[in-house]
């Protein structure tokens, strides 16, 4: 049976949402891996809301996982995962669905100044995002070796001086509005994943970036967010 | 020279809430500390012949809580809609009584009083607030993210009034927490780092 569903965490109890429906009915369908879907789950995370977390088994892992696959991917509006139900409301396409929960949870900025400045982060950070899914895409060896190391000693540096330097700009502490938002939690999930990945030295490059470590570190010892990484599955 | 100052004597008392959350926000201000003497001089001239006292750019701004409250709404930290409001000025109302409540001893000497507050009264009150920071989910006391309702509990777990904060927080352990993650924001380190050290 190709599919997992997973009853996901019931962080600290549920959030009070002076918006919208408190009791919104959340599921979250994605392959049973991290990737597109992990900065959704984050934010469901530290919204400390319960949601399903539906995993579909990864389709280059079996003939019988393609197939399910194959077939499931005929009823998705784009073919693609992830996709969000809210209260029965389909949302694809991973920045919108994001992007969905952030504002749903106070997390996308403010006022429209402010959410410009959220996106913009997360904008700047899906960048370097998918030039490493493009390097695990890549097929010819010799094409994947030239694209990994540029994005371990260019992407990747480049884009941690820059986040660095607005995160200055803004005074600092956080990206937007001196408070917690989608683009912190976007930049702890961009650094946790080159941590996990091992890819690079992660430590010796956020060593310039010194606003930008500390934020990364901050944002991991959130308790949901800090409880979501060390019991998701691996 | 800024144009935001603060007004008070040489001690944290009730202006150093004012002076974490200007801390916070990064805004630079200047923080004027009156010998007895100096504050003799100008009484008179003060709305209600008391410090502490804001100038924000020319407006003059009194009672601790309500200049706390003004930095804290020009900064963003008030709760994002009446309700959140609300709720931060129910946990700073709350930390009030018991910062109140301990003052009112303390200058007494009275010494019996003092220990009941330590004992009992700041107990039985980080147990009502422990109770509501778990129920918001435990990250933050107001519409899960920082609002000054956090930094008022941290300044008095952190400093209590008469440098007499509360014995301990083993029994609050979500409010440690939090008192941990706010001390760790950069400007409230720094702060803490720089600020003069003082006996009150």
Known sequence: MPVTITQTIHLPTA???????????IKLKYFNIRARAEPARLLLACAGVEYQDVRVEQPWLSLDNEQYWEALRTSLPYGQLPILYWDGEEIAQSLAVARFLAKQFGL???DTLEEAQVDEIVYAIEDAVNARIDVLHETDEKRRKTMEDKFITKTVPTLFLQLEQRLVLRGGQFFVGNNLSWADIQAFFFCSELDNQ?????QAMLDKATHLADLVRRVGKIPNIQKWVQSRPE | MSDIKLTYFPAKGRAEIARIILSYSGKKFTDERLSGEQFGAIKSSLPYAQVPVLDYKGQVICQSLSI???LAAESGLTGTNNLENAQANEIVDAVADLQNAFVKVFFAKDQDGVKNALDKTYPAGLANLEKILKSRGGQFFVGNNLTWADLVVFQFVNDGMANTPPKDLKAFPKIANLCKRVAE???IKKWLAERPVTNM
């Open chain 1, 15 to 25: 959030q009070k949402h002076p918006r919208k429906t408190p009791l919104a009915t």
């Open chain 1, 108 to 110: 996308a900025g403010r």
């Open chain 1, 198 to 202: 091992a890819m690079l030295d992660n």
């Open chain 2, 68 to 70: 706390a409250r003004f």
């Open chain 2, 185 to 187: 924001f950069p400007n």
